[in-house]
């Protein structure tokens, strides 16, 4: 048996509702910035554009829209709108919206991995040139994602859940189902080369419409804590079969889920390699949403089970090996 996560209110429900029944810190991050609109804003405004023209301009969404999910972002503080006399109003990051920067960053590793960056409304319209500079040592970098206590690179097969609150075994992040790193490493670089070769416009938005959809990344959570069947997700989210199968075959196109069948005839679902790679952007948000919408105790940690200690994770220079801050990290 899996974790279950409560259920949650439909993708369109209101972040209140979605506050008063989601019970996990991912659900909740999900429920303010899962939205694709919403983390196209987030992107602008961390690459330091902050005017209503300028998210016009640069990935030329309608008026009626952009209103929305500013005034939503205000709303939930993770922006504000500076307004003096005489000026347009500037949309900064509040304490909150800047915390989102491990998540960015998350997000960047992954779709320089596993995007195409061949569609210039993705993530990230045009890498490699877009990088991202840690100005300590002054190197363009990629990232890496390491344990606070052990210093070894965080791998999702080698955590695991513990639920703080009910007397639930602990589950393990059942992401891999092969659990040999070595082995993992020259079919993850197969399978991203042809995730770069493939142009298709689907799968060049493909983080944007896994995480920038709250199912999609609902369903991708689950996965994380050992969900595997249709009746778990039903169970885990709360969410219609209509709805889960629309999903399921979404993620599948995606190339983030696979199936294979079990006992018979059942159908298991499982994160691919690609699926697998998006554990720091889960960890992220769970960890933004912790901190930031989860008064008290966690509902779950997440153990590293090389050093036994609770997880806390950190971004390092892949440059400099030196941990990153916010203030010394650039997205050029
Ligand atoms: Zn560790
Ligand atoms: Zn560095």
Redesign the pocket.
């Known amino acids: 048996m899996g974790l279950q996560s409560p259920p949650i209110s439909p993708p369109d429900a209101d972040f209140e509702s979605l506050v008063a029944v989601g019970q996990s810190a991912a659900q909740r991050s999900i429920a303010v910035i899962g939205d694709a609109w919403t983390l196209r804003v987030l992107r602008t405004v961390f690459r330091g554009k902050r005017r209503y023209g300028d998210f016009i301009k640069e990935f030329g969404v309608s008026r009626a829209v952009l209103t929305d999910r500013l005034n939503k972002l205000v709303e939930h503080e993770v922006l504000l709108r500076d307004t003096r006399e005489g000026k347009h109003p500037e949309y900064r990051l509040t304490e909150r919206g800047l915390d989102l920067w491990p998540l960015f960053l998350a997000m960047w590793v992954w779709e320089s991995d596993w995007g195409t960056g061949q569609d210039q409304d993705t993530w990230a319209p045009d890498l490699p040139r877009r990088q991202v500079v840690h100005t300590g040592c002054g190197h363009p970098m990629r990232p890496q994602f390491k344990?606070l206590?052990?210093q070894?690179a965080v791998l999702p097969f080698e955590t695991t859940a513990i639920d703080a609150t009910a007397q639930a075994d602990p589950q393990a992040f059942t992401a891999a189902p092969l659990a040999v790193a070595p082995a993992i490493t020259s079919s993850f670089r197969r399978e991203r080369q042809d995730a770069l070769h493939n142009t298709s416009t689907l799968q060049a938005q493909r983080l944007v419409r896994v995480i920038g959809d709250r199912w999609n990344s609902a369903v991708v959570a689950a996965a994380f804590r050992a969900v595997r069947t249709f009746s778990g997700f039903e169970q885990a989210l709360g969410i219609g079969p209509a709805q889960l199968s629309m999903r399921l075959a979404e993620l599948q196109k995606l190339g983030i889920l696979s199936t294979r069948t079990y006992a018979g005839s059942r159908m298991a679902y499982r994160l691919t390699k690609a699926g697998i790679a998006l554990f720091p952007v889960t960890l992220e948000l769970v960890r933004w949403g912790n901190r930031w919408y989860w008064p008290g105790t966690p509902a779950f940690t997440v153990q590293?089970l090389?050093?036994k200690?609770p997880l806390e994770a950190r971004w390092h220079c892949g440059h400099c090996e030196a941990e990153l801050v916010r203030e010394t990290v650039r997205f050029a």
């Open positions: 344990c206590h052990c070894q590293h090389l050093c200690n």
